[in-house]
């Protein structure tokens, strides 16, 4: 009797298990969606298509990027929240509506309990500019400058609630400063207001600053990390002179939740192998962007320290949708 308790016990526990492991014995069969969840042509739509053709050889499959963009990433995402687990529908995701967003504003998935982590792609640290006429030629004297000139002097963001405005805050609290935010919407017209003058300073990605900057019109003073970084030649990683500060915008793949781990282990492979390839590295270092890959779990420790990092700046600023 014992014996046949235990058999039977064996049977379901190799049943239960049976439909994730044949998902994943073949897997991929079939094309393989990546749904970005921003329009195309954008910072997150250029990252994904430097991998795509790779992960299509690599997979013998074709990886198909498809743009679904609104409500600042959510409505692509939920797209991916709500698909089979199968593997074949994945979300390009990053910071803003899997980390921050939710700190934010209710959305009506759990980017957390309801995406299961694959791998990171690349690091996008935030580079602190100033125009080129500004009297700040390094960041001593721009905290000189705007200690001394306290909320006359503002700052500009892509967004309310926005990775850069989050970036001015912190900064405004670790170094005891009183900017005044202003945001605009998107980096585009942030990078006017730059060129016309009005405003004194931005955290901005060097691939939305890479045109005003090579024109002489900006001027960089930092790279937003806690040491400095290749990806940012030159530049003085501004945590080193202001403990503790750090903003970069981190993209990578995300699965729904339910996809069985195999599947999981089998896209991280593909992807840390597309990530190490020579011309998507060359891509990305020439966009000061960071090529970089992780595991599932180092990339889930990544999103839950942007999380308790920008809640606790979230909180403290009072920022609200």
Known sequence: MMKSLFSSAAVAASLAIVPGAVAASGYPERPIRIVVPYPAGGTTDQMARAIQPTLTELLKQPVIVDNRAGAGGAIGTQAVVNADPDGYTLVFGNSGPNAIQPLIRKLAYDPIKDLKPISIVAVVPLIMAVPADSPAKDLDQFLALAKKQG???????????????????????LTGTQMVHVPYKGGAPMMTAFATGDIHMAFATGLDAAALHSAGKIRYLGVASEKPMA?????????EKVPGFRAAAWFG???PAATPEPIIKRLNEAVRAAVARPEVQQYFTQRNVEAR????????KMIDDDVKLWGEVIKRADIKE
């Open 151 to 173: 909320a006359s002097m503002n700052y500009g963001s892509v967004g309310n609630g926005s990775l850069s405005h989050l970036a001015g805050e912190y900064f405004k609290h």
């Open 231 to 239: 990806v940012a030649p030159g530049l003085p990683a501004i945590g």
């Open 253 to 255: 793949l995300l699965a």
């Open 293 to 300: 890959s992780t595991t599932p779990q180092e990339f889930a």
